[in-house]
């Protein structure tokens, strides 16, 4: 044998070997993505892409890349809220190797990637509101055995996520529906659920002639609005505030809020040091001078920053829509909006999480703007 390489064995320092071997262990290599091939995104070609994978290898090499890369898929695919697609990508592990067989392997988190893997997937189900079945834990029993974290995070969710299924006392269908006018429809009823006696009305901007944009109106307003409406004074103008955001889950929609005069204080003139008249309180022996507070009775609608009089969203949520509505409620027993101003406020909202309609060319109108 040769002497120098012995040498040079020798002389080698251990930490250098171990540097070496972990910047061998750092090479990037390009995985293939099966799902970005296939050209239509159905749930069948991504339960096919899942049996493929499932038949070309027996001992199932590269699972846990496999299924961070369909969970990813998913929503391209449109089957994020579906369980016989989660189920699937359980059964994709292998069964019996990643069970622990004693109490160390069981604190230690045997096989942590694989359980770590399967941890995500859970927690995706959840995210996207899927509620787990009795097969799934059998099949995360035979993949992790009992004393698994997968399993465990399984119990957690079978315990919450039924009670905060339908404890929303706003229901909203399985499937929320595609057009932009329900959508719509279902926010401003769930915002004006308040107030049993709203009624709620689909307009069309094509009702009035001097209208730019041809859109949808949903506006709600109740009897007791109306009343209040018709009391706002002449001299004390109108605003319209918006627009906001309510979440219908994964969509958001844009409402407006007409707001009239704010609600006055109430103001207490009697002297409270005045001891000549001190009615003492029945069924409260002892006990000198008034327990409870004044209180003056006002509506739902107002408010501390004004009166809520009126609620819409429209196609566009642009000024000329929001003034076609103005008009509208005119038309619709509010006579009095013919001589009250009306101040806009608008905001604009961010452009990536509204619902809009193609707006067209908009411009100024005699009522006044402020942004």
Not at 254 to 259: A, S
Not at 310 to 322: E, I, Y
């Amino acid at each position: 044998m040769n002497v120098n390489l012995i040498r040079k064995i020798v002389r080698t320092r251990p930490t250098n070997i171990f540097f070496l071997r972990w910047n061998s262990s750092e090479k990037k290599i390009a995985t293939y993505d099966p799902f970005y091939a296939k050209p239509k995104k159905t749930k069948e070609t991504y339960l096919e892409v899942i049996t493929i994978f499932e038949n070309q290898d027996t001992r199932r090499r590269g699972h846990v890349e496999f299924i961070y890369a369909a969970l990813s898929r998913m929503k391209e695919f449109g089957v994020q809220k579906d369980l016989e697609v989660y189920k699937a990508l359980v059964d994709v592990l292998p069964k019996g190797k990643f069970i622990p067989t004693n109490i160390f392997q069981a604190e230690f988190m045997h096989y942590p990637k694989q359980q770590q893997c399967a941890v995500d997937l859970l927690e995706q189900m959840e995210d996207n509101g899927v509620i787990p079945d009795s097969e799934l834990e059998q099949m995360l029993l035979n993949i992790f055995g009992r004393r698994g974290i997968p399993l465990r995070k399984f119990w957690r969710m079978m315990y919450w996520m039924p009670k905060f299924k339908n404890l929303s006392p706003w229901h909203l269908p399985e499937q929320l529906p595609g057009d932009t006018l329900e959508l719509a429809r279902l926010a401003i009823q769930r915002i004006t659920s308040v107030d049993p006696n709203t009624k709620i009305n689909t307009w069309q901007t094509e009702e009035i002639e001097a209208s730019l944009d041809k859109t949808w109106i949903i506006s709600a307003q109740s009897i007791t609005q109306q009343i209040l409406l018709a009391e706002q004074p002449p001299t004390e103008p109108l605003v319209i505030k918006g627009p906001f955001d309510v979440y219908l889950r994964d969509h958001v929609v844009t409402y407006f809020l007409l707001l009239g005069k704010i609600r006055p204080d109430y103001k207490d003139e009697s002297d409270t040091d005045d001891v000549s008249d001190m009615p003492r309180p029945p069924g409260i022996p002892g006990v000198i001078g008034k327990v409870t507070l004044p209180q003056v009775k006002s509506t739902i609608h107002e408010q501390d920053d004004g009166t809520i009089v009126a609620v819409c969203a429209t196609g566009t949520s642009s000024r000329d829509s929001l003034l076609s509505w103005i008009r509208l409620l005119e038309k619709n027993n509010n006579p009095l909006l013919s001589s009250i101003p009306v101040i806009f406020t608008l905001v604009a909202p961010p452009s990536d999480v509204s619902l809009y309609e193609t707006q067209p060319a908009t411009q100024n109108d005699k009522i006044e703007f402020k942004e």
